[in-house]
């Protein structure tokens, strides 16, 4: 059946740095585009990152720009994201999604970001 396991999150300091994994399985991943979504408590879930099929095109949401970044290893079926400089605005639960024309969600991993 089709999984997406979400693991790196944690507690960490404001400018500090943490890197999420999202294996997959159970679906071709090379086919799908992956993205990341976070959602803080009481708030909606928003994009943070997403990255096309093969990885050539990424985009970001305007407030993780410059300090985040997306990736994948379709070999591994796995998509990355690397945080950096995190702020306290940065803490949620982190979401993978693989889309193609259907959804597919992960369950999510905690970041919190505090002193």
């Known amino acids: 059946q089709v999984q997406l396991v979400e693991s790196g999150g944690g507690l960490v300091q404001p400018g500090g740095s943490l890197r999420l994994s999202c294996a997959a399985s159970g679906f071709t991943f090379s086919r799908y585009a992956m993205s990341w979504y976070r959602q803080a408590v009481g708030k909606e879930r928003d994009l943070v990152a997403a990255?096309?099929?093969?990885?050539?095109?990424?985009n970001y949401a305007d407030s993780v720009k410059g300090r985040f970044t997306i990736s994948r290893d379709n070999a591994k079926s796995t998509v990355y994201l690397q945080m950096n400089s995190l702020k306290p605005e940065d803490t949620g639960v982190y979401y993978c999604?693989?889309?193609?024309?259907?959804?597919?969600w992960g369950q999510g991993t905690q970041v919190t970001v505090s002193s």
């Open positions: 999604n693989a889309r193609r024309l259907v959804d597919y």
């Open positions: 990255i096309s099929t093969a990885g050539g095109s990424t």
